[in-house]
Every structure is written in structure tokens, then in C-alpha cells.
């Protein structure tokens, strides 16, 4: 519950596809920012690409803006390139995330407490996974249909922690 108002229950889901291309990925970024954009308060950006070479010039500038507001967010940090905050209220900024992040490593989105992350898109948004509501995960599969799959994934490690128990006790490496 939230603000007094019964929220859905939120899933862990990926989109299913090995997205290759550059146009998928673009596409299947903006779906999810579309989907979630009611819900999402703020981004985390990463400002760095493994595309650069094939980066467009508008793209290639929404980097250079993320970066300088990110050396404006953290004056004197070594990577002012990792981590830059974008608000959602911040119509200028959002349009820099929505045209940077299929060619970012890594974009955190976060939910209404600002703290928890909803939706990563990572490596330059050839993995792609979401906390989603029933139905949202229709209108994301609706969007992605002739593109990808949008499928839960499993919410138990169960057989990690066998392994993890015996390192910790060192029988394992």
C-alpha cells in the first residue's frame, strides 16, 4: 500500500530476446520508459557506451550532457560518468535519458520512494529486466510482440545458496 491506495503485486521479469541490434534495443528501452513512465521517479545513468563508434551525433551529445551534469552533480569525483541522477520532473533531463539509454552500459530506473530500483537496462540495453505489474507485463508484451517475449523470472536462488555455504565454510575454493 501506498498513500493509502492497494498497489499490484510486482514480478520480476526479463525481455527474453538476445537483442543485437542496435534498433532493437532502442526499441525495447523506450518500451519499458513508456510502460513504467507513470511510476518511475528517476534514472541512474550511466554515461559511458560499448557503441561509441556507432554512435549517432544526437546521441553522442545526450552523453556529453549527462556527463557534464554529472561532473555538475559531483564537483571534483573522478568518474563524473557513472551514476548521474536525472529526475523525472526534469523534462529536459528525461529526454537525455529516453535518447541515451539503449547506448548506456547500465540504466537504473527507480520507483515512487526513490530508493528502490524498478527497471535495468544494462549493456547498452541488450539485457533488460523489470519489476512488473500484470499489467504492465501486458502492455510491455503488446509493445515487444514481434520483437521479444517478456517472461518472469524465478524468484528463488534456493540451489546458489548450497555453493554459497560451502565457500563460506571453505570447501569450495
Excluded at 77 to 104: E, Q
Aim: charged fraction near 25%.
Amino acid at each position: 500500500m501506498e498513500d493509502g491506495v492497494i498497489t499490484p503485486t510486482r514480478s520480476r521479469y526479463a525481455v527474453e530476446k538476445w537483442i543485437t541490434d542496435r534498433s532493437e534495443a532502442d526499441e525495447a528501452c523506450l518500451a519499458v520508459l513508456d510502460v513504467l513512465d507513470e511510476v518511475v521517479t528517476r534514472a541512474e545513468v550511466d554515461a559511458y557506451s560499448d557503441f561509441d563508434e556507432q554512435m549517432p551525433e544526437h546521441v553522442r551529445e545526450a552523453q556529453e550532457s549527462l556527463r557534464a551534469r554529472g561532473r555538475a552533480q559531483r564537483p571534483g569525483k573522478h568518474d563524473p560518468g557513472m551514476f548521474v541522477a536525472v529526475s523525472r520532473n526534469d523534462s529536459d533531463g528525461w529526454c537525455l535519458v529516453r535518447t541515451y539509454a539503449s547506448w548506456s552500459i547500465n540504466v537504473a530506473l527507480y520507483y515512487a520512494d526513490g530508493v528502490r530500483s524498478i527497471a535495468t537496462l544494462h549493456d547498452c540495453g541488450y539485457s533488460i529486466t523489470a519489476k512488473l505489474t500484470p499489467t504492465e507485463v501486458a502492455l510491455l508484451t503488446e509493445r515487444l510482440q514481434h520483437l521479444s517475449a517478456v517472461v518472469m523470472l524465478p524468484t528463488s536462488r534456493k540451489r546458489w545458496w548450497p555453493f554459497a555455504r560451502q565457500h563460506a565454510n571453505g570447501r569450495l575454493g
